[in-house]
């Protein structure tokens, strides 16, 4: 699988040096290099890479420009490429597969090809399978019927929640996530050995969870059912449960139609 890259930089030695170190990668094809922002929206929109190397800092149209400005097709995968720290967090928000700090580093580079090639096999996956449902809705339109609730809602959650806590990026796997609890604007997000503070609301939360995985259990907690090793009763019609880390978090009466998925 090769993988038709362009490199975006306004720096002509900055573009020379990240070649050089793509030369190793045997699946990376450079067809394209631009100097400014206008000249890779260009590019991007006539030859449709399927990942784009993009400095940030650039005069004129700088990197984000550049993102929306090619929002009306479907995009490549972006990695950032930055001298400044403090572009890390609108690279992560702009849904960059990583950021690079400049000088390049060669093993951080590895880790970032690794990730676009996991991202382009997952893309063409789901490709794929929408060439297989074109096909099913022609000739066997029941068994399309079946089958679209189920992949439309499964690709619909998140896999990874971006959490800046104390200054740092923190990437989560949602299924390593025991339960969340709400404060306010900010949710606490518990995994079996750490608590990060997300600003974000119950509600919005909630969208991005699978409902199927992650329920409501009290006015202000999420738990992750697939977490919950233990039912204990409590008073009041209220009980406990006990998940895989030790943790209980109490239900409220009025979702214990939760609890009733572990006891039928």
Do not use: W
């Not at 991202?119 to 074109?134: F, G, Y």
């Amino acid at each position: 699988m090769t993988i038709r890259t362009i490199i975006v930089d306004d720096e002509k030695l900055a573009i020379q040096g990240l070649q050089l170190r793509l030369e190793p990668f045997s699946d990376i094809e450079v067809i394209e290099t631009c100097a400014n922002g206008r000249e890779a929206i260009r590019a991007i929109k006539t030859l449709k890479p399927d990942l784009v190397f993009l400095d940030i800092q650039m005069p004129g149209f700088d990197g984000f420009s550049v993102v929306k400005g090619v929002m009306e097709i479907e995009p490549p995968l972006f990695v950032f490429v930055t001298a400044y720290q403090e572009h890390a967090i609108r690279a992560f928000e702009a849904n960059a597969v990583n950021y690079l700090m400049k000088p390049v580093d060669e093993d951080k580079l590895a880790d970032t090809i690794e990730r676009v090639r996991q991202r382009l096999a997952e893309k063409r996956s789901a490709d794929e399978a929408e060439k297989l449902k074109d096909v099913l809705a022609e000739v066997s339109p029941e068994s399309l019927d079946q089958i679209t609730d189920e992949d439309e809602s499964a690709g619909r959650y998140e896999k990874m929640i971006n959490v800046k806590d104390r200054g740092q990026i923190f990437r989560v796997d949602v299924d390593s996530i025991e339960h969340i609890e709400a404060a306010g604007d900010y949710m606490c997000i518990y995994t079996g050995d750490n608590s990060l503070i997300l600003r974000e609301t119950m509600k919005d939360l909630e969208r991005r969870l699978d409902p199927k995985t992650f329920q409501r259990v009290h006015r202000s907690k999420i738990v992750n059912l697939d977490q919950v090793r233990q039912v204990k009763p409590h008073t009041n019609g209220e009980c406990f449960l006990v998940l895989e880390s030790g943790a209980e978090v109490k239900v409220s009466r009025s979702y214990r139609d939760v609890v009733a998925r572990f006891v039928h």
